[in-house]
């Protein structure tokens, strides 16, 4: 857990000198450049291969988090920029962008995200470590069952991720942002 807090402090570092990288980008290219790349990792990261990769390849690791931080941080500067607007009109599309945005920042901030993973993380750890005695177990008590678990959790987790985030990217076609 020490590592994934030290390279948040990273990310957070490198995030500065991307952030001033990006200038020529408008906020909705961002946001769907943003989309795309999630909507990959999302597919990857939804099987246990791809948390196995996850759990224990660093650089991966730290890649998919700065990414997640990435859409966090530009769904807070869409947020800001909505609240703004909003003063200014009433838009119903505006009302509902910024009730997901709360909702996705609520239910999959960066901390949630975190926990979640590491917890998976975990049980992937005891899994390989009693993989051969798994292997002779039957049902949801064997390995293959064990891996089928994780696996529907973490479909669960990733696929509510990617709704919310294509949600929001919607929105930002819907009202035209640059």
Do not use: P
């Amino acid at each position: 857990m020490k590592k994934i807090g030290i390279g948040l402090v990273l990310i957070g570092a490198s995030f500065i000198g991307k952030a001033q990288e990006t200038t020529n980008e408008t906020l909705g290219q961002s946001i769907d450049k943003l989309t795309y790349r999630w909507d990959t990792e999302a597919e990857k990261l939804s099987s246990y291969e791809g948390l196995i990769t996850f759990c224990d390849n660093e650089s991966y690791r730290f890649e998919v988090i700065e990414l997640l931080n990435d859409i966090h941080h530009f769904d807070s500067v869409l947020y800001q920029r909505l609240v703004k607007a909003q003063r200014f009109n009433h838009d119903k599309e505006i009302e509902k962008t910024l009730e997901d945005i709360k909702e996705f920042e609520g239910h999959y901030a960066m901390k949630e995200l975190i926990h979640f993973l590491h917890q998976e993380c975990i049980e992937k750890g005891k899994i390989e470590k009693n993989a051969k005695e798994l292997r002779n177990d039957i049902g949801e008590n064997s390995y293959d069952g064990q891996v089928y678990l994780i696996e529907v959790e973490l479909n669960k987790y990733i696929k509510h991720i990617t709704k919310k985030v294509d949600i929001i990217r919607k929105h930002v076609h819907h009202l035209h942002i640059e």
